[in-house]
């Protein structure tokens, strides 16, 4: 996929867990793993805001474009 999610790379510059965040945003430890994991194929926008608010961080922090075929040369 397109799209890699660097959640995981926000929520450890903002030195918060996984059971925090969750608590937070009010999403399951799972659902919120998937997310973590880069293993979501979809994420709504109110999550994708209550996540924002919760980091401190824009969504651009989180998500990030990049070339499939640049990064099958890369990875």
Do not use: W
């Not at 799209?3 to 945003?25: H, P, S």
């Not at 999550?47 to 990875?75: R, W």
């Amino acid at each position: 996929m397109g799209i890699r999610i660097n959640l995981d790379v926000v929520m450890a510059q903002r030195k918060k867990g996984l059971t925090e965040l969750a608590g937070e945003i009010d999403l399951t430890l799972a659902n919120l793993s998937i997310l973590k994991n880069n293993k979501a194929k979809a994420i709504r926008f109110s999550t994708l805001e209550s996540i924002c608010k919760a980091l401190n961080c824009q969504p651009g922090d989180i998500l990030e474009y990049v070339d499939e075929s640049e990064d099958e040369k890369h990875g």
